[in-house]
């Protein structure tokens, strides 16, 4: 019988459910609103191809869930599962505007503008044993484009196809002549996890912004929560673009791609506003801003995480500044997107208490 990686991730995940009720459940973290229990249903769904969508917002959801629900699915690659070998060129194999299909969206049954979605990453596994990587002429951080121009020979087109090596938790591949070869230490995460914007936007699966989107963030990852703010009734959950490796700054405009099976809890907190994507585990506290130039998208994250450590700690608002000034990472998320997105995050073990 041919193996299928999706429905040995379904089984095997619907297993992990007694394993957890085992070991009497997962970590818990500082609240319940940082790592929300599960006490809900079980949803697995593999979507099909017509089922996915190239927005967020305007499509309609695709699956209803209560508030609690796990999902068990499967999440197609950016280039739409068009890409599969080397000889395979963007722009010979890609529908334009169907990048980063998304698996959902799902209305979460109750949810309002003004709540908040709390996305438990549990488990994220490659769904093939390959991925690839492109480079299309005038996309990257390196190369002119419309906004940024530049004198020089265009590079060429070119996709590099990756054999992933689950034993060894790599991925391998060859420079294009064939002569060399490297491989890429294998850490997945959801490059799209987004909600519908509000006011009734539709947005791209390219973009990023306050609803999320196309972070391309690799700390989306499993063992995290991703809080999202709601802006439309039942919130339009989606997620997508499954990376198995990126560099910091994405510059070539592509990670290590490949579709997703993807294990996630989507819980519901009333009343709590997230204007931007704030992602948490039981050790740091981190805050994505999405924007151009590169300082806005650092400034947007450094804005909340600075209000955040003044209203947990009891600090005034300059203590705050003071204080992430010089505890705060900000790595460069990526730098290719039509916004581009910063990571802010500190330990929260540093952060001053209310005596």
């Known amino acids: 019988m041919m193996h299928n990686p999706r429905r ?6 619907l297993g992990l459910v007694g394993a957890v009720a085992a070991a009497g459940g997962l970590a818990r973290a500082e609240s319940a609103a940082t790592q929300p229990t599960h006490e809900g249903e079980v949803i697995r769904w593999v979507p099909r191809h017509e089922d996915l969508v190239y927005t967020f917002g305007g499509a309609a959801p695709r699956k209803r869930i209560k508030p609690g629900t796990r999902i068990i699915t499967w999440t197609e690659d950016c280039f739409d599962g068009r890409v599969k070998t080397s000889a395979d060129l963007l722009s010979k194999s890609l529908t334009p505007g169907h990048d980063n299909p998304q698996t959902g969206p799902f209305f979460v049954e109750g949810a309002e503008a003004g709540d908040t979605l709390a996305v438990r990453i549990l488990k994220l596994e490659p769904a093939r044993s390959y991925a690839v990587s492109a480079f299309s002429p005038g996309f990257g951080a390196m190369v002119g484009n419309d906004q940024t121009a530049m004198l020089g020979t265009e590079l060429p087109e070119a996709t590099w196809r990756y054999e992933v090596d689950a034993k060894r938790n790599v991925a391998r591949t060859v420079s294009g002549d064939g002569r060399l070869a490297w491989e890429v230490p294998l850490s997945p995460f959801l490059g799209c996890l987004g ?20 972070m391309d963030c690799s700390e989306v990852r499993a063992g995290n929560t991703v809080f999202l703010g709601v802006n439309v009734p039942g919130g339009l959950l989606s997620c997508g673009d499954g990376h198995y490796a990126m560099g910091d700054g994405e510059i070539m405009g592509g990670a290590v791609e490949g579709a997703m099976n993807v294990d996630l809890v989507v819980d519901l907190i009333k009343g709590e506003t997230t204007p931007i994507p704030r992602i948490e585990n039981a050790r740091e506290i981190m805050f994505v801003g999405s924007g151009r130039p590169l300082e806005d998208a650092a400034r947007v994250a450094f804005k909340a995480m600075i209000g955040w450590v003044k209203k947990v700690s009891g600090l ?40």
């Open 8 to 13: 040995s991730f379904l089984q095997s995940s």
């Open 195 to 214: 909600v519908a914007p509000g006011e009734g936007e539709v947005r791209a699966t390219t973009v990023p912004g306050p609803f999320g989107g196309n």
């Open 316 to 355: 005034s608002e300059v203590d705050a500044y003071q204080f992430v000034s010089q505890n705060a990472k900000a790595p460069i998320i990526q730098i290719v997107d039509p916004e581009y997105t910063v990571l802010v995050k500190i330990g929260k073990d540093r952060v001053p208490r209310r005596r």
